[in-house]
């Protein structure tokens, strides 16, 4: 199957490379995108002959987050609608979340908002050393509420805490002291690293290793369907805060919002 915003390719050792394919958008999570990876998400988790997923990006970006057209079309949208996308978002990361396949993360560039969030449902994250990350929507008067079961499943509470209200930026050591990466690489080594990597789960048994990754799951927090729908609920609360509409607004309007004025 042909997809128009990812590519993707598998070798002889049944190793697929996922690819987004939105260079000229830094990757941007676009409505097609989004379905696209959770369509490829449950046929690369049913194909018996697939051991591994490596999750990389073309371009100078891993993601950047949202794409502004699809942000642009929820904040102009009424409750109901930026509930549904929200909902659409959300199975997307569940479907990666549950692939029964080790999926492994190659990351360069900047990784932000739901950028983090594809990180966060990787089983182990290769990033180079110059990379950023950041979950700065509350930059904009919003929270990172899609994407944080995931985020506080992979460096819990108390690391979560401050990135989500700061919405700053830090660089790969942080990411891995923090936990959302699990290895930094130089640029010209990435490559190499990532393979590495991915060569530690070809020597476990492919099923075994898909019902292990379910067990690690099973024990810790549950993401439930209804923890997804308390999170998205907070987040439509949040659209419809004073904050939420000035921030939007000024980032689209290229300006600094009231509370930075």
């Not at 369907?225 to 939420?244: H, R």
């Amino acid at each position: 199957m042909t997809y128009q915003t990812i590519r993707h390719e598998r070798d002889e050792r049944g190793v697929v490379r996922l690819t987004l394919a939105r260079r000229e958008k830094h990757n941007a999570l676009s409505a097609l995108m989004i379905g696209e990876l959770t369509e490829l998400a449950g046929r690369l988790g049913a194909d018996q002959t697939v051991r591994a997923v490596i999750l990389d990006a073309e371009g100078k970006s891993f993601c950047a987050g949202g794409d502004l057209e699809w942000m642009r079309q929820q904040f102009a949208a009424d409750r109901p609608t930026r509930i549904a996308e929200a909902t659409r978002l959300a199975m997307m990361f569940k479907a990666l979340n549950e692939m029964p396949k080790p999926l492994i993360a190659r990351v360069h560039g900047s990784a932000f908002g739901g950028g983090v969030g594809l990180i966060s449902v990787c089983d182990a994250v290769v990033a180079e050393r110059g990379a950023k990350f950041g979950l700065t929507e509350t930059r904009l008067g919003l929270i990172p509420a899609t994407i944080s079961p995931y985020v506080v499943a992979r460096i819990g509470e108390a690391k979560a805490r401050p990135l989500f209200m700061s919405a700053r930026i830090f660089g790969a050591e942080e990411a891995k002291t923090a936990g959302l990466v699990s290895v930094v690489a130089n640029i010209d080594t990435l490559d190499a690293v990532v393979e590495a990597e991915v060569a530690f789960y070809l020597v476990a048994a492919p099923g075994a290793a898909g019902r292990a990754k379910r067990l690690a799951r099973s024990l810790g927090s549950p993401i439930t369907d209804a923890v997804i729908a308390s999170t998205i609920e907070q987040l439509a609360d949040t659209w419809e805060t004073d904050e939420a509409q000035e921030g939007v607004a000024a980032f689209f309007e290229r300006r600094e919002p009231s509370w930075r004025s």
